[in-house]
C-alpha cells in the first residue's frame, strides 16, 4: 500500500447523524464560516461538514493523515461512516506524478537502450534521471507517512465517534 496511497476503512457507530455531525465540527475550522471558530477548543481539521458527508484536511495533528473524505451512511442508531484516507489531494495528482515517473523512465530507458551507456551524461537524460528521481522520492515519502498514520487516524476517528472498524461486507447493501 505504500505505492498507493489511499485507503477506504468502514466504521460502525451507534450514534445519531446529528451528534456525529456534531463530533466531527468539534474538530474542524468550517471553510464555510469563514475558517472561525467560535469556541476555544484545539482542532485539528479544516473543511466542510454535512449531515451527508463532511471533506478535511489535518492542518495540526501530526499523526493523522492529510486528507480526509467521508460519507455518514445509514439511519436510526445503526450508522455507519466510509472514509477515505488520502496521501494526496486528488488521485489525479497522484496519478500525474506516476505518469511523469513512467516518462521520465521511459526516456532514460530509450536513450541507454538506443546509444548505450555513453549518452547517461547527456544532459536530456541526466535531467530526466533526476526528476525521475526526485518524484520517486517524494512519491515514496509520501506513501511511508500515509501508512504510517494509518493506525493513528482510525484510532482518533474510533474514539471521537466511539465507533468500530468494520468490513464492507458487514454493512447491509441498502446503505451502500
Not at 445519531?16 to 474538530?27: F, G, Q
Not at 495533528?61 to 461512516?81: C, D, Q, R, S, W
Not at 512519491?139 to 494509518?150: D, P, Q
Request: include cysteine; charged fraction near 25%.
Amino acid at each position: 500500500m505504500i505505492l498507493f496511497p489511499f485507503r477506504t476503512v468502514y466504521l460502525k457507530t451507534n450514534k445519531l447523524r446529528k451528534e456525529i455531525v456534531s463530533d466531527i465540527l468539534s474538530n474542524t475550522y468550517l471553510s464555510d464560516a469563514g475558517y472561525k471558530k467560535s469556541d476555544q477548543k484545539k482542532t485539528f481539521f479544516y473543511g466542510r461538514v454535512n449531515d451527508q458527508g463532511f471533506i478535511l484536511q489535518n492542518v495540526a495533528h501530526e499523526k493523522i493523515t492529510a486528507f480526509i473524505e467521508g460519507n455518514i451512511l445509514g439511519v436510526g442508531e445503526e450508522m455507519y461512516i466510509k472514509f477515505r484516507f488520502k496521501g494526496f489531494r486528488s488521485l489525479r495528482i497522484f496519478l500525474l506524478l506516476v505518469i511523469l515517473m513512467a516518462g521520465s523512465l521511459g526516456f532514460v530507458g530509450y536513450h541507454l537502450w538506443e546509444r548505450s551507456m555513453g549518452s547517461i551524461t547527456d544532459i536530456p537524460v541526466l535531467f530526466a534521471l533526476g526528476v525521475t528521481l526526485i518524484l520517486l522520492f517524494f512519491s515514496l515519502n509520501a506513501g511511508k507517512a500515509f501508512v504510517n498514520k494509518i493506525r493513528e487516524t482510525k484510532a482518533f476517528f474510533c474514539d471521537l465517534l466511539k465507533a468500530e472498524e468494520v468490513d464492507k461486507t458487514d454493512i447491509p447493501g441498502i446503505f451502500l
